[in-house]
């Protein structure tokens, strides 16, 4: 099962980025799990310095701007 993970500290950009991530699975019918990480120590595990940032199975796929769920549906179907 794929996984996503939406890094940020619950800032506009992170609550918009994490609502765009359930949409393009829901849009998708996929099983994917969605994680939100909003702990600044857990992030920092991560090395990135600017949120929020999308991971799609550990691997960083876009950060610091919001994701679109066009972006995140094309991303997943890779």
């Known amino acids: ?3 996503i993970k939406v890094l940020g500290p619950g800032c ?18 996929m099983e994917v799990e969605v994680i939100k990480i909003e702990d600044i120590e857990e992030m920092m595990k991560y090395n990135i310095l600017s949120t929020p940032v999308l991971m799609i ?3 960083i796929k876009v950060k610091g701007r919001v994701a679109e769920i066009n972006e995140i549906r094309e991303l997943l179907q890779q």
């Open 12 to 29: 506009a950009k992170c609550v918009t980025t994490y609502k765009n991530a359930l949409e393009a699975v829901k849009s998708l019918n």
């Open 57 to 59: 199975d550990n691997n």
């Open 1 to 3: 099962m794929k996984q």
